[in-house]
């Protein structure tokens, strides 16, 4: 099993930058893919990004291109989420989770932290 705690979250103007960490527990994290997903009031959750067990994959959603970055450090067990340029549509708990596989759809993965509150002001 892994367990999963995000931290980093908080309240930034529009344009500013946050960095989420999501610290994980247990021996498979290593071989593990992970993705960050956000939800924000009355929507549902949605994939943000993912990369894969090595760290060499990564996969985003269209609207976080070329702002967010997601990495991993597998000797610290953990993987980051880089967002920068901030837009008050960006505002949800952030939530990371773990998978066989990097994928885009919820469904496909197995443990999930509690998430983390991003808050973007205009």
């Known amino acids: 099993q892994v367990q999963l705690v995000e931290s980093g979250g908080g309240l930034v103007q529009a344009g500013g930058s946050l960095r989420l960490s999501c610290a994980a527990s247990?021996?498979?994290?290593?071989?593990?893919?992970m993705g960050w997903f956000r939800q924000a009031p009355g929507k549902d959750r949605e994939f943000v990004a993912a990369?894969?067990?090595?760290?060499?994959?990564?996969f985003y959603t269209d609207s976080v291109k070329g702002r967010f970055t997601i990495s991993r450090d597998n000797d610290k067990n953990t993987v980051y989420l880089q967002m920068n340029n901030l837009k008050p549509e960006d505002t949800a708990v952030y939530y990371c989770?773990?998978?066989?596989?990097?994928?885009?759809?919820?469904?496909?993965?197995?443990?999930w932290g509690q998430g983390t509150q991003v808050t973007v002001s205009s």
């Open positions: 990369i894969s067990m090595s760290g060499v994959r990564t």
């Open positions: 247990g021996r498979t994290f290593s071989i593990s893919a």
């Open positions: 989770a773990a998978a066989p596989n990097p994928a885009p759809t919820r469904e496909k993965y197995d443990y």
